[in-house]
């Protein structure tokens, strides 16, 4: 069964910072790109930053690119987000999972289902 397990989400004050972390389970790391999407009350998921297990090749979006940082430990196939200047536009639901398209950050998970996300809420 692929799973992906997120953690390392909080309330946090704008400026701040948070790292989160996705462990996964159930298929090869190292064939997929494993992302991170998140989802705002009242909007669609969207996606954040991905990387590439076979090559370490990380994609962002623009919202997130100089603040957030991508990284994997294909040893122990853990996928973290380190999201530095925080601010309240970014509070939101993230989840993690292996995605049908990396480069272009697509929401779709390979597994056809989410986790259950971690909780990010930036205050003013």
């Known amino acids: 069964e692929v799973q992906f397990v997120e953690s390392g989400g909080g309330l946090v004050q704008a400026g701040g910072s948070l790292r989160l972390s996705c462990a996964a389970s159930g298929f090869i790391f190292d064939d997929y790109g494993i992302g991170w999407f998140r989802q705002a009350p009242g909007k669609e998921r969207e996606g954040v930053a991905c990387i590439s297990s076979s090559d370490s090749t990380t994609y962002y979006a623009d919202s997130v690119k100089g603040r957030f940082t991508i990284s994997s430990d294909n040893a122990k196939n853990t996928v973290s987000l380190q999201m530095n200047s925080l601010n309240p536009e970014v509070t939101a639901v993230y989840y993690c999972?292996?995605?049908?398209?990396?480069?272009?950050?697509?929401?779709?998970?390979?597994?056809?289902?989410w986790g259950q996300g971690t909780q990010v809420t930036v205050s003013s």
């Open positions: 999972a292996a995605t049908v398209s990396c480069p272009l950050l697509v929401p779709i998970p390979i597994s056809g289902s």
